[in-house]
């Protein structure tokens, strides 16, 4: 066994050859390759070439053994010390050499000298750095798109570091949080590998817990039937911890999809909710037809009817006037959701029956300048009745105008029914 030792500083193979060998999740062939690769670079370096050596790691026993072969010349014509051993140094070896015949002898590695022994350490440090970059890349590369459940190691304000079983740092950004996020150091957090950024041979691995399919992998987690492939989720849209709406689709009639998602009593989703920090989650029954799924992504508002421009993708929806507030949501959630889920732009108008009494807007053009008018009408708002009865959050969004003149308008038209 071969111990490698220089005056000043002492290097143990053994130690070297266990870290090594601990180093995550790296084969054993490789290992044996890397290491051989590293004393070969230190052995060319010194001598000029490796060709006439051979190595033997051990990297159960922790050591290696290094031989040199040489060719024997005759005493006095030794060109190459490396490479070639007068005659009479072989017989010193043993004693019935011949001229032309090949010596190996043991290398002890001590004998190479302190700055070699100083190549070999950082080689090998670089080496096992580079082995585990490559393998945490590799490892990640193929999970893009899966939960992982990591321990939080410290958190800061752009991001939290988490460290997965087997101590690989992974980084969950702010971005990727759910607003209520909050985490302390020794929990364990739930994400998905949104991506492994390798750039520099550098991998950094980047989690997310905003992701749509954050919310799918979780769903086939719990809903055996979309596992097994009886329902397919079609789309979801999701604002992170407010509400999400998933658009599912049954293979098997006697399942009802939405049902089977839900749970009884809201079974199957109730983790996922508190999961998510509260955030509801709708689940609508998919269709390729895309009135029934605009009027379907609406709910729970009753949809009248729905007008499409398909090369826009546009929608415009009717409604009575007390479902236009529920289609539209606190803080106009519904509707945003409604609009992702669909990809079409959602405008909600309320459907009136004009009463007699009721006036064209053309009428108040003494009253109201025309431009406005026409911006009213736009909206599909021909009668004083129609724009009373739009909200005036409506009004000021979808004809912009300044919220002082749409208060002057609805005045204006009030009055006429005072």
């Known amino acids: 066994m071969a111990t490698a030792k220089s005056t000043t500083e002492t290097i143990s193979l053994r130690d070297a050859l266990v870290d090594f060998k601990e180093t995550k999740n790296i084969d054993r062939a490789t290992m044996m390759s890397v290491l051989e690769e590293c004393f070969r670079s230190v052995i060319a370096r010194t001598y000029g070439t490796d060709e006439n050596y051979d190595i033997i790691v051990n990297p159960d026993k922790g050591d290696l053994e290094i031989y040199r072969n040489r060719t ?51 080689t090998l440090a670089s080496r096992i750095l580079e082995l585990e970059h490559d393998t945490l890349y590799n490892q990640y590369k193929d999970k893009v798109g899966e939960i992982v459940a990591a321990e939080v190691y410290q958190t800061w304000k752009r991001e939290s570091l988490l460290i997965d079983d087997e101590g690989n740092e992974l980084s969950l950004p702010r971005t990727e949080q759910i607003p209520s996020d909050f985490f302390r150091k020794g929990e364990t ?22 992701s749509p399919i954050f919310l799918q992998r979780m769903l086939e987690q719990e809903v055996p039937e979309i596992n097994d492939g009886l329902i397919t989720i079609h789309k979801i849209a999701r604002i992170p911890g407010e509400r999400a709406k998933i658009a599912v689709e049954s293979y098997d009639e006697r399942i009802d999809p939405v049902g089977a998602c839900v749970g009884v009593k809201g ?39 729905v007008e499409l421009n398909e090369e826009e993708h546009k929608a415009n929806v009717y409604l009575d006037p007390d479902q236009v507030s529920l289609a539209i949501g606190k803080g106009g959630l519904n509707i945003k959701l409604a609009s992702m889920l669909t990809g079409f732009t959602i405008d909600v108008f309320r459907e009136t029956q004009q009463d007699d009494d009721d006036v064209n807007l053309d009428e108040f053009k003494d009253a109201i300048e025309p431009w406005i008018i026409d911006e009213l009408k736009k909206l599909g708002m021909e009668t004083a009745r129609d724009v009373l009865g739009a909200s005036r959050e409506f009004i000021i969004q979808k004809a912009d105008l300044e919220e002082e003149t749409v208060d002057e308008v609805l005045n204006i038209l009030a009055a006429e029914f005072e």
């Open 72 to 122: 024997v010349v005759p005493d006095g014509e030794v060109q190459d010390p490396n490479m070639e051993i007068s005659l009479s140094d072989a017989r010193k070896v043993e004693a019935d050499y011949e001229i032309g015949e090949e010596v190996t002898e043991q290398v002890q590695f001590k004998d190479f000298g302190r700055r070699s022994i100083l190549t070999l350490r950082q």
């Open 189 to 210: 957090a739930r994400a998905i590998v949104l991506n492994v950024d390798n750039t520099n041979g550098n991998p950094k691995i980047i989690l997310s817990r905003t």
């Open 267 to 305: 079974s199957r989703v109730h983790g996922i909710v508190r999961e998510l920090r509260g955030e509801n989650i709708d689940v609508i029954n998919y269709t390729p037809n895309t009135k029934l799924f605009i009027t379907r992504a609406l709910s729970p508002a009753r949809v009248n009817s």
